[in-house]
């Protein structure tokens, strides 16, 4: 029998100005990745640094630590639109977890967040997944619903004179 073997590793960029911040972040992937799981693999660095390297397809981005807030989030969208980003921010802010989501995270995590929540999250994003509070999930699909039919059907362009 043929051991099984793990698919190549998955390279996930980490963006937080603080050391400290860093270095926890780092420490979700010192646990291995379950049987037939690729293994994930941090790879710290500025945000510049990160966004040029094509073979990073994730992105941890600590709000509360890097400077730019939302800003930055729309930034790396439009620089890397592929780049699967999951916030770590701060918590009870309803309205930024969905602002993230809209800007294109595809996971939300409060600074409370344990490391095995984060190891989750990061996993759930990269198996193509989304990771966020149920609550906000479901607020975030009401707004989405509430966009007027008459704005899905398009009425044909429209010519000046």
Same mark, same amino acid.
């Given at each position: 029998?043929?051991? =099984?073997?793990?698919?190549?590793?998955?390279?996930?960029? $980490?963006?937080?100005?603080?050391?400290?911040?860093?270095?926890?972040?780092?420490?979700?992937?010192?646990?291995?990745?379950?049987?037939?799981?690729?293994?994930?693999?941090?790879?710290?660095?500025?945000?510049?640094?990160?966004?040029?390297?094509?073979?990073?397809?994730?992105?941890?981005?600590?709000?509360?630590? =890097?400077?730019?807030?939302?800003?930055?989030?729309?930034?790396?969208?439009?620089?890397?639109?592929?780049?699967?980003?999951?916030?770590?921010?701060?918590?009870?802010?309803?309205?930024?977890?969905?602002?993230?989501?809209? +800007?294109? =995270?595809?996971?939300?995590?409060?600074?409370?967040?344990?490391?095995?929540?984060?190891?989750? =999250?990061?996993?759930?994003?990269?198996?193509?997944?989304?990771?966020?509070?149920?609550?906000? $999930?479901?607020?975030?699909?009401?707004?989405?619903?509430?966009?007027?039919? +008459?704005?899905?059907?398009?009425?044909?362009?429209?010519?000046?004179?």
């Amino acid at each position: 029998m043929v051991p =099984a073997r793990n698919p190549a590793p998955i390279r996930i960029g $980490l963006v937080a100005d603080e050391p400290i911040r860093l270095a926890g972040l780092s420490s979700v992937f010192e646990q291995p990745s379950q049987e037939g799981k690729p293994s994930l693999l941090p790879v710290p660095g500025t945000l510049e640094e990160l966004l040029s390297q094509t073979t990073l397809g994730y992105l941890v981005v600590d709000l509360s630590s =890097a400077s730019g807030g939302l800003e930055i989030l729309n930034s790396i969208c439009l620089t890397r639109p592929n780049i699967r980003l999951i916030v770590i921010g701060p918590e009870g802010n309803d309205e930024l977890v969905m602002d993230s989501i809209i +800007a294109g =995270a595809r996971g939300y995590l409060e600074l409370t967040a344990s490391p095995e929540m984060v190891r989750r =999250a990061i996993e759930a994003v990269t198996g193509g997944s989304i990771w966020a509070p149920r609550r906000l $999930l479901s607020k975030l699909i009401d707004r989405l619903l509430k966009v007027s039919d +008459a704005s899905l059907i398009s009425a044909g362009p429209r010519l000046t004179e």
